[in-house]
């Protein structure tokens, strides 16, 4: 009998029919966590709540009187319409057999990805955005992650004004934390854990906690509501159910600005429950930003979705360097973190040359007695962690490849290598090339759509000084350990709370922009050239980098504050796009939380975004050509002339723009305009370059241009 929802008589009814589901459960069935997607449209008017309609559907599935609280974990109605349970396969199969499920998502574990970068912003007390926004005020930052030290200096609220009346969370009471611990500045805090208890994943006190504070390795997802930006280390994994429960928390909430230090791995919008609770963010206005990833290399950007502000990884111009010099005079400069200024010299430098474990530093393989008292060579690899390498060596010198290539040359072809002398602890300003993209943020093109620029932004994520937990060891010199109130954390997870806080500003000072013109704002600004004037490098080659590693470029929130002109964008331009990828009608019903919805059929080349990503592939025939319609907004002089500017398009890559020129006479006027793309033979994997509508006062709107061999 197939299960139906609609049209029922009385509730005696429903539950007699619903009572037929199952009637039995084997006692050798095994309960797994899922996350339901149901059509709320099919939930009976007897129903008064989503919730109470789910608890029917899943009592319905006992064999014999239980609390259904044992197997519901969450009800949702905001991010999605569905709930998370804990089911037997034969349980799961009775709901997708009824005409009211629309999709199942088993539970997954996420990568969570994770001072001076306020003053490399440009981020100044007395001038630009900030006091423009009034410090943010009155905008409130909702942080997905694993937790807060509510003590933290960070999260003082001193000089904060009261906390917004529309503000409808609270400050949770949990394990070692009290709703106290709140104020002005950390108006909110909850913690949500029922996903990892339910995976029968055991935490100790000495973990964690089973509350919104964070004992450095955290499981639990928890919500974090600020008037002001928040940013906060997050490692290790989390559940898909538990993030969904904060993200639908966080919109109750009624926050302005959602931040997400976490990803799933790659798969279609409508199977990905982060793009899925996003999209309805942005429905209700929520400017959403989430990590690229740590996973170095192309196409591997996270959290890819187009309604998404994805952020990767940038350097500041402030390096931790040490010395290292071979016994042949050559010096090389790198990077350390060792917190000790030391002066070493004349000692014997070992490499396991010919033993694969042994070159790269793994624990297991390196004889103690084999490398005390010498230096040590290790190869970068991505077998194992930099960070576990520096574990294994103490004192770590941090070399570029091209320096390590040049000292591995030495060591392997002098008879008694040794190291003259190496000196650690020299912190300089002013570093170039900065910024880097960082040598682990992740890559575009997004695989799911690779015709929409991915990440979006770069923005400060290598040794940012961030809040650390004081009651755990940091580092141990000698024999003795360092505890640390704050502590330099490197990650997609730290460049992503900073283009929360500036989305925050942002709101501030344009209460009226949407999610879309925050972001706009933020790429168009975006500058793509370093401290030296060339385009922005890769930290890990030291070679030129692509929009695919740093999208529209490094964020500025001074110019984005006044951009000039805007490509916005509303929930219907993310229908067509949807429908351009060739969704079925209820894959679309599952993104976007209704059964009704019209498409005009446009190119998703068409998607009213702030670059152009022309997608080639080996069975493309040359010359091709390729049109792009695009929308701006003026949103600055009422009166204003912008002309088109091509900048480093390369050989073999013609750009057309009609008109070349936009007229504005007043302020949120729109004007359209096309780009085509034209390439007369094939090409390396990526060429780039960009388009600038520049006016009378100087606004400069920048778009990269980009061609993909995919």
């Not at 959602?258 to 309805?280: E, H």
Request: proline share 5%; hydrophobic share 40%.
């Amino acid at each position: 009998m197939k299960m139906s929802f609609t049209h029922l008589i009385s509730l005696l009814w429903l539950l007699l029919f619903l009572l037929g589901f199952v009637n039995a459960v084997s006692a050798s069935e095994e309960y797994h966590t899922y996350i339901i997607h149901m059509d709320h449209t099919h939930k009976p008017a007897s129903f008064l709540t989503h919730e109470s309609w789910h608890r029917s559907i899943l009592k319905s599935l006992l064999s014999s009187p239980a609390d259904d609280n044992e197997l519901l974990l969450y009800s949702y109605n905001h991010v999605m319409q569905g709930f998370s349970a804990r089911l037997t396969s034969s349980q799961l199969f009775e709901i997708e057999k009824s005409s009211a499920h629309l999709a199942t998502y088993p539970e997954s574990f996420g990568k969570l990805l994770t001072t001076y970068s306020p003053k490399f912003l440009g981020l100044q007390q007395n001038f630009g955005i900030w006091p423009a926004a009034s410090y943010g005020e009155n905008v409130i930052v909702g942080i997905i992650d694993t937790g807060i030290w509510p003590e933290s200096e960070s999260f003082h609220d001193e000089g904060m004004s009261p906390v917004p009346h529309r503000w409808k969370g609270k400050c949770e009471n949990g394990t070692a934390f009290s709703p106290s611990t709140c104020n002005k500045k950390l108006i909110g805090a909850r913690s949500f854990s029922k996903g990892l208890q339910a995976a029968g994943i055991k935490i100790s006190k000495e973990q964690d906690f089973n509350s919104a504070r964070d004992l450095l390795w955290s499981w639990y997802a928890h919500v974090i509501h600020s008037g002001r930006w928040v940013g906060q280390q997050t490692q290790i994994l989390t559940l898909a159910t538990d993030v969904l429960a904060g993200m639908e928390q966080a919109i109750l909430d009624g926050v302005d600005i959602m931040s997400l230090s976490v990803g799933f791995n790659q798969t279609s919008y409508f199977k990905d429950i982060i793009a899925i609770g996003s999209l309805s963010a942005i429905d209700k206005g929520i400017f959403v930003v989430c990590a690229a990833g740590n996973h170095f290399g192309f196409k591997t950007i996270l959290n890819g979705a187009p309604w998404i502000t994805t952020v990767g990884a940038g350097t500041l111009d402030r390096s931790f360097q040490a010395t290292v010099t071979l016994e042949n005079g050559i010096s090389f400069e790198g990077t350390s973190y060792f917190p000790e200024s030391v002066f070493i010299t004349d000692l014997h430098l070992y490499y396991g040359k010919g033993n694969t474990s042994k070159a790269i530093c793994n624990h297991t393989a390196l004889d103690r007695k084999e490398v005390a008292g010498k230096v040590v060579l290790c190869d970068y690899s991505t077998k194992i962690e930099v960070s576990q390498q520096m574990m294994e060596v103490e004192r770590a010198i941090l070399l570029p490849i091209a320096s390590g290539t040049l000292v591995k040359q030495y060591v392997t072809r002098v008879k008694n290598p040794k190291v003259k002398s190496m000196k650690f602890v020299l912190t300089r300003l002013g570093t170039k090339h900065a910024p880097q993209v960082a040598n682990f943020s992740s890559k575009g093109p997004n695989p799911i759509s690779p015709g929409v620029l991915k990440p979006d932004i770069l923005a400060p994520g290598v040794d940012v000084l961030a809040a650390f937990v004081p009651s755990k060891p940091l580092i141990q010199v000698g024999k003795y350990y360092l505890a640390s109130d704050y502590a330099l954390e490197s990650g997609t997870s730290m460049s992503t709370p900073h283009v929360a806080g500036i989305g925050a500003l942002l709101k501030a000072v344009h209460p009226e922009w949407s999610p879309a013109a925050i972001r706009s704002a933020m790429m168009t600004t975006a500058y793509a050239m370093d401290n030296t004037g060339t385009i922005l490098k890769s930290q890990m080659t030291d070679l030129s980098g692509t929009p695919l590693d740093f999208g529209a470029g490094h964020i500025n929130p001074n110019k984005a504050m006044d951009p000039g002109l805007i490509y916005d964008m509303s929930l219907q331009d993310y229908i067509e796009f949807l429908c351009g990828l060739g969704y079925t009608k209820k894959q679309m019903s599952i993104l976007i939380r209704r059964t009704q919805w019209s498409c005009s059929h446009k190119s998703i080349h068409d998607l009213n975004y702030p670059s152009f990503t022309a997608v080639l592939t080996n069975k493309t025939r040359y010359p091709v050509s390729m049109n792009f319609n695009r929308v701006v907004t003026n949103v600055g002089d009422d009166k204003a002339v912008y002309r088109a500017h091509l900048e480093n398009i390369p050989t073999g890559m013609r750009i057309r723009v009609k008109p070349r020129t936009l007229t504005f006479t007043r302020k949120n006027q729109n004007r359209s305009f096309v780009v085509s793309i034209e390439l007369d033979r094939e090409f390396p994997r990526v060429i780039f370059g960009f388009l600038k509508w520049i006016d009378q006062d100087s606004h400069v709107v920048s778009s990269p241009i980009v061609a993909i061999n995919f």
